[in-house]
């Protein structure tokens, strides 16, 4: 596209677009009469003058204020880049070479449910499992195709890195550095895109969506648990880790992005297409006097399994819908209490219960324990099970304080559906 400005003593400025494509049309040609800019402002005199367009046409009595053999070049070359914009159109889905760089991309829109996810809970590395995890390999995915080949890295040996959630696969490395400015641009639109305001005004919509828990960029971090925002990464805004040696350590040749579980087991809404909504069950306080266990007893087989409770609809929890969740820091002792004595075909003397645990909907491989609340907690794990996958498992429990077991995960976020199958009563 060519933009052509001639001047000529006394006469009017003329511009016109001429292109090879048939898809840009020529408007029409706009007369430019540059006026008297002896008293005004630098400012005015880039703009021209207050109170009049670039495109106006003046009287004749302001025509004849023109002086012959003035060259107002400068002032037509502004006018006409003022206006250029309005006077192309250009055809839908037409080719056009742009006389600047282009407009860094970002991902493409996608049908997406009018629910949002939860705001996410933060959920530190606990387990050494580095396979790159689902949410994490589209997350890669999707950077590629939007952004074109950088070097990208998820897994990292466990006992490299204790905290960063690579040792759980659920952490990506986008190599982009902040001081190539080709690789910042894409960086800069990426997260302009990912932490933009939602159409109802929900922060960060797109990082909700995809399970985003942080990212460390360019000195800084963004946290989407708790307040979510931007803060000083490790020191990072100091003069004295300004220097190239500290651009890895700073996150200024790379993006760090840590996901939630759900975002690493693809089950938030960008990725399936389904809101993660169910919140976290409460955790148990049960607490009270703990039964003994007498030498003889008897063991009753239950015709059918019973259940005492179940986390998907609620039965034998308040009638409230949540998950069980991994302790959010050391010491958090996160548990869902149950009560399975004197309810669910067991009586009420009942000392010890045969129970079947069952994970559902785990978002990452996790150990599960079952225990009598207010009891040890076992250091064997009832069950286990993978991501994605449900598991169930069958433990005899001496039921504690109440009558209640506790149940509990070392990581990730599942429901849970506790069913007692026999129990025994003294002799």
């Given at each position: ?166 040792t759980e696969g659920r952490a990506l490395d986008w190599m982009?550095t902040g001081r190539i400015p080709s690789d910042k641009a ?242």
């Amino acid at each position: 596209m060519l933009l052509a400005v001639r001047s000529t003593a006394g006469q009017s400025l003329s511009r016109a677009i001429e292109s090879s494509g048939p898809s840009v049309q020529i408007i029409r040609y706009v007369r430019i009469i540059a006026p008297n800019l002896s008293n005004t402002t630098p400012f005015e005199r880039a703009l021209g003058r207050p109170g009049r367009h670039c495109g106006d046409v003046p009287s004749p009595q302001n025509r004849r204020t023109v002086r012959r053999g003035r060259l107002i070049v400068t002032i037509a070359a502004t006018c006409a880049a003022v206006i250029a914009p309005m006077l192309v159109s250009v055809s839908p889905g037409a080719s056009v070479t742009p006389a600047v760089a282009s407009v860094t991309p970002v991902p493409r829109d996608r049908l997406l449910p009018a629910a949002i996810d939860l705001q996410p809970q933060y959920q530190g590395q606990s387990i050494c499992n580095p396979p790159p995890k689902p949410g994490v390999t589209l997350l890669a995915d999707l950077l590629k195709t939007t952004y074109g080949p950088h070097a990208m890295y998820s897994s990292r040996a466990c006992k490299d890195d204790p905290s960063s959630e690579h040792t759980e696969g659920r952490a990506l490395d986008w190599m982009v550095t902040g001081r190539i400015p080709s690789d910042k641009a894409k960086a800069e639109a990426f997260l302009n895109w990912l932490l933009a305001p939602g159409a109802d005004g929900t922060k960060a919509a797109m990082a909700r969506r995809m399970g985003i828990m942080y990212i460390g960029w360019n000195n800084q971090i963004w946290r989407g648990y708790n307040k979510v925002g931007w803060g000083e990464l490790k020191g990072c805004f100091a003069k004295s880790k300004a220097g190239t040696n500290y651009d890895t350590y700073c996150h200024r040749d790379h993006i760090h992005f840590s996901l939630t579980w759900d975002g690493a087991a693809a089950l938030t809404s960008y990725w399936d297409g389904s809101a993660q909504t169910t919140p976290p069950c409460p955790t148990g306080r049960v607490t009270g006097k703990k039964p003994g266990l007498p030498a003889g007893r008897r063991t009753v087989q239950l015709p059918t399994a019973k259940s005492a409770i179940n986390t998907t609809t609620g039965t034998g929890n308040g009638k409230r819908v949540c998950r069980i969740q991994e302790p959010r820091w050391s010491g958090d002792a996160q548990r869902l209490d149950a009560k399975v004595v004197g309810k669910a075909g067991v009586p009420a003397d009942a000392v010890r219960v045969l129970v079947r645990a069952t994970a559902i909907g785990p978002n990452a491989p996790m150990a599960i324990s079952v225990w009598g609340t207010g009891r040890k907690k076992p250091n064997a794990a009832t069950l286990t099970t993978s991501q994605n996958a449900n598991a169930s498992a069958e433990r005899w429990v001496r039921p504690g304080s109440k009558g209640y077991v506790s149940v509990a995960t070392n990581t990730g976020d599942t429901h849970i559906r506790l069913q007692t199958l026999a129990y025994q009563v003294p002799n």
